[in-house]
């Protein structure tokens, strides 16, 4: 069973600073590709960075240079640095992760909401 729980949400100012946390259990993020969404009300949800197996990244346009996914492999843990926040980044933040055995799965954490102040 696949469990993700997510931490690090919280209140910040615009300009500032948070890391969220992406704890995984059941599945492997060193070998499993790990993504950040997030999602704000009557929006769909939105792909913000990915990291996969083998290390590459991606992100959305809109967090290119201020945001960084990185794993800790010993932690079994996916992370977000989220710098230089921005008003329109507050949303609902939700880690993800897809796997294949037995069947194509795909899994949420609970999410963690932020909200940035102008």
């Known amino acids: 069973q696949v469990q993700l729980v997510e931490s690090g949400g919280g209140l910040v100012q615009a300009g500032g600073s948070l890391r969220l946390s992406c704890a995984a259990s059941?599945?492997?993020?060193?070998?499993?590709?790990m993504a950040w969404y997030r999602q704000t009300p009557g929006k769909q949800r939105e792909l913000v960075a990915r990291?996969?197996?083998?290390?590459?990244?991606s992100y959305a346009d809109s967090v290119k240079g201020r945001f960084t996914i990185s794993r800790d492999n010993a932690k079994n843990t996916v992370y977000l640095q989220m710098n230089s926040l921005k008003a329109e980044d507050t949303a609902v933040y939700y880690c993800?992760?897809?796997?294949?055995?037995?069947?194509?799965?795909?899994?949420w954490g609970q999410g963690t909401q932020v909200t940035v102040s102008s």
């Open positions: 990291i996969n197996p083998g290390g590459s990244t």
């Open positions: 059941g599945s492997t993020v060193s070998t499993n590709a």
């Open positions: 993800n992760t897809v796997t294949v055995v037995p069947i194509l799965t795909i899994h």
